[in-house]
């Protein structure tokens, strides 16, 4: 069965610059989940999106932006990087219609040096 | 909002042996989802059981079960015959059940299996 996609699954990025997670998510789901887990931390929310329109909103900062697609994937953009925001981010998604479950890609490890 | 709490940072189990996992939420929902997911080693988030809050009746998939108080707000997993590649960390979490399905987790348990 097809899985939710991430890339790049590894990224290192410098302080200050910008980075480009993408998300590829299962087919025939409605909605796309974005969860930051930091070093021993369980993960937190970030934004979601319903239908390619911005669903619910939680911990995201102002430096960061998402958007969800024509084609349902979903890009989560990340600028003036700093050190905190190292961390496994991961994607999910979820058929809002019928199951409730949350599906979750493999996650992209971002690292600011 | 809701919040989730799970007290056991870390627990181990024999090989073949059975263990529980705790987990209380708090939830102003009527209407809610509670699951339990498994990360491992790989980092991945692995989906091991949802229990519907309007369902009396435990949920169970295979070795896994819950035990769900719902009026103690008590979610807590039961791996039976523990095998090696149980070992993981394990996080509890809840979600609305209307609108945005939006996971909020706990803390997790790290659970080692002894050979």
């Known amino acids: 069965a097809a899985g939710v996609i991430q890339s790049p699954r590894h990224l290192i990025k410098e302080k200050r610059e910008t980075a480009t997670l993408k998300c590829y998510p299962i087919?025939?789901?409605?909605?796309v989940y974005w969860y930051q887990q930091g070093p021993g931390q369980d993960p937190q929310f970030l934004i979601s999106?319903?239908?390619?329109?911005?669903?619910d909103k939680g911990s995201i900062p102002d430096r960061f932006s998402a958007q969800q697609f024509s084609d349902y994937h979903s890009e989560l953009n990340m600028s003036s990087l700093e050190l905190g925001d190292s961390a496994l981010y991961f994607c999910?998604?979820?058929?809002?219609?019928?199951?409730?479950?949350?599906?979750f890609g493999q996650g992209t490890r971002l690292t600011v040096v | 909002a809701q919040t989730v709490t799970q007290s056991q940072p870390e627990m181990s189990v024999q090989e073949a042996e059975t263990v529980t996992l705790s987990c209380t939420y708090d939830t102003s929902e009527s209407d809610y989802y509670l699951f339990w997911y498994k990360q491992p080693p790989s980092r991945q988030m692995i989906l091991v059981i949802r229990q519907e809050a309007y369902k009396q009746q435990n949920a169970t998939e295979n070795r896994f079960s819950v035990n769900f108080q719902k009026a103690a707000k008590s979610f807590s997993l039961k791996i039976s015959d523990s095998q090696l590649g149980d070992a993981a960390m394990y996080f509890c979490a809840t979600t609305s059940g209307a609108g945005s399905y939006q996971l909020t987790f706990g803390k997790g348990t790290k659970l080692s299996v002894i050979p």
């Open positions: 999910a998604s979820s058929d809002r219609g019928g199951r409730p479950e949350a599906f």
């Open positions: 999106f319903y239908e390619k329109m911005q669903s």
């Open positions: 087919p025939r789901h409605d909605t």
